[in-house]
C-alpha cells in the first residue's frame, strides 16, 4: 500500500517531531510519503497540489464526510480488496483550495466541525492512518 500525504506549508519543529514518530510507526504497513508545499496563494497552492495526486484522493474538508477510526480502517480494507492500494491525502492552505481540487477529490474527509491548525492537521492525520492500520492488523493501538 502506497500513503502520499500532501500538505500546504512547512512543521514547526514540535509538530514535525510528532509527524515524524506517525510516519516512521507507518513504515511497517505501507510506504509512506509526505509531500510539503510552500504556501503560494490558493490558485499557486492548488495547481501544486493537483501534479501530486495518485491513486484515491481524499481532501481533508471541515464539510466532507464524519469517519470513525474503525470506519477508515474499513475504508481502507474495502479499497484494497477492490484492488486500490494508492492513497493520497490532500492537506490545503489556511485559505483552502480551489473547486477544481474540490471537485476531483474522490472524497472528502472531516475530524469534525471544528477548525484546527493546518500543522496540527497533519498529525492528526498521521495518527488516525495509523490507527486505522492498527486495527486493520489487530494491534492493541487501539482499545
Same mark, same amino acid.
Given at each position: 500500500? =502506497?500513503?502520499?500525504?500532501?500538505?500546504?506549508?512547512?512543521?514547526?519543529? @514540535?509538530?514535525?517531531?510528532?509527524?515524524?514518530? @506517525?510516519? =516512521?510507526?507507518?513504515?511497517?504497513?505501507?510506504?509512506?510519503?509526505?509531500?510539503?508545499?510552500?504556501?503560494?496563494?490558493?490558485?499557486?497552492?492548488?495547481?501544486?497540489?493537483?501534479?501530486?495526486?495518485?491513486?484515491?484522493?481524499?481532501?481533508?474538508?471541515?464539510?466532507?464526510?464524519?469517519?470513525?477510526?474503525?470506519?477508515?480502517?474499513?475504508? &481502507?480494507?474495502?479499497?484494497?480488496?477492490?484492488?486500490?492500494?494508492? &492513497?493520497?491525502?490532500?492537506?490545503?492552505?489556511?485559505?483552502?483550495? #480551489?473547486?477544481?481540487?474540490?471537485? #476531483?477529490?474522490?472524497?472528502?474527509?472531516? &475530524?469534525?466541525?471544528?477548525?484546527?491548525?493546518?500543522?496540527?492537521?497533519?498529525?492528526?492525520?498521521?495518527?488516525?492512518? @495509523?490507527?486505522?492500520?492498527?486495527? #486493520?492488523? #489487530?494491534?492493541? @493501538?487501539?482499545?
Amino acid at each position: 500500500m =502506497k500513503i502520499k500525504i500532501v500538505a500546504v506549508g512547512k512543521l514547526k519543529p @514540535y509538530f514535525a517531531a510528532a509527524a515524524d514518530e @506517525y510516519t =516512521k510507526r507507518l513504515q511497517r504497513f505501507c510506504d509512506i510519503e509526505v509531500v510539503s508545499l510552500d504556501e503560494d496563494g490558493v490558485r499557486k497552492e492548488s495547481e501544486s497540489i493537483l501534479k501530486k495526486i495518485k491513486g484515491i484522493y481524499i481532501l481533508l474538508d471541515i464539510g466532507g464526510e464524519l469517519l470513525s477510526s474503525e470506519e477508515i480502517a474499513a475504508f &481502507f480494507s474495502k479499497s484494497l480488496s477492490k484492488g486500490t492500494s494508492e &492513497f493520497t491525502f490532500v492537506i490545503g492552505g489556511s485559505d483552502g483550495v #480551489n473547486d477544481e481540487v474540490r471537485q #476531483n477529490a474522490s472524497m472528502k474527509l472531516s &475530524f469534525g466541525r471544528v477548525t484546527y491548525p493546518h500543522q496540527l492537521m497533519r498529525v492528526i492525520l498521521l495518527e488516525q492512518i @495509523y490507527r486505522a492500520m492498527a486495527i #486493520n492488523a #489487530n494491534l492493541p @493501538y487501539h482499545k
